[in-house]
């Protein structure tokens, strides 16, 4: 099973701000990353698959990249409505793996 | 549009059965990859199950033996099947689309509680 990790576990930030999130596999995944925005109460969001390919309806301030074990996704300008958690997801085999997740908070 | 509603949660003794259900519209269950993640309180995310659009079906470690995912075609409903239930299986579960053919998950249902306590 591959393991997910992810850092940091919280960040802080203000509105306006750029924010960047890690995102690290135990073995290679080639480009099989998925991120995932979950708010409290709710059903995770897709964000990106393929480390990069944006989903449907997801705001070009967002942007996935990386490739292998090392991923990243930014946020340009942060704003009210992206304070969530954040979780990376494989989806290179089975079974899937999510890291732990990032909580982006209000500063 | 689509919509995934799941029921079936509820609170039951260690050692208990229960059967989760996830009814979908705008998309056929036997054309998708449908699947079943869980989040227990506080906690990630965990992918428990999957049913292939050939009808195969994947476990995770943790609950292999002990769940059954299952579908309905003609009610257009997937299934999971949870027996000899443990206080860790104590999650929201949530019914979740695989876009594509793949382990990416673009369609959600609301989620149910599942508690098992004493």
Redesign the interface.
């Known amino acids: 099973?591959i393991v997910m990790t992810q850092s940091p576990a919280t960040l802080s930030a203000s509105p306006g701000e750029r924010a960047t999130l890690s995102c690290r596999a135990s073995q290679s995944v080639s480009s099989n990353l998925?991120w995932?925005q979950q708010k409290p109460g709710q059903?995770?969001?897709?964000l990106f698959?393929g480390a990069s390919t944006r989903?449907?309806g997801i705001p070009a301030r967002f942007s996935g990249s990386g490739s292998g074990t090392e991923f990243t996704l930014t946020i340009s300008s942060l704003q009210s409505a992206d304070f969530a958690v954040y979780?990376c997801?494989h989806?290179s085999?089975?079974?899937?793996?999510?890291?732990?997740?990032t909580k982006v908070e209000i500063k | 549009e689509v919509k995934l509603v799941d029921s079936g949660g509820g609170l039951v003794q260690p050692g208990g059965s229960l059967r989760l259900s996830c009814a979908a519209s705008g998309l056929t269950v036997s054309s998708n990859y449908m699947s079943w993640?869980r989040q227990a309180p506080g906690k990630?995310?965990?992918?428990v199950s999957?049913i292939y659009t050939g009808g195969s079906t994947?476990y995770?470690?943790s609950v292999r033996g002990r769940f059954t995912i299952s579908r309905d075609n003609s009610k257009n409903t997937v299934y999971l099947q949870m027996n000899s239930l443990r206080a860790e299986d104590t999650a929201v579960y949530?019914c979740?689309r695989g876009?594509g053919s793949?382990?990416?998950?673009?369609y959600?249902?609301?989620?149910t509680l599942v508690t098992v306590s004493s």
């Open positions: 099973e998925a995932y059903a995770p969001r897709l698959y989903a449907t979780y997801q989806h085999n089975w079974p899937p793996t999510f890291g732990p997740g | 993640v990630g995310l965990e992918c999957i994947s995770a470690d949530f979740a876009l793949d382990w990416v998950f673009d959600w249902g609301q989620g």
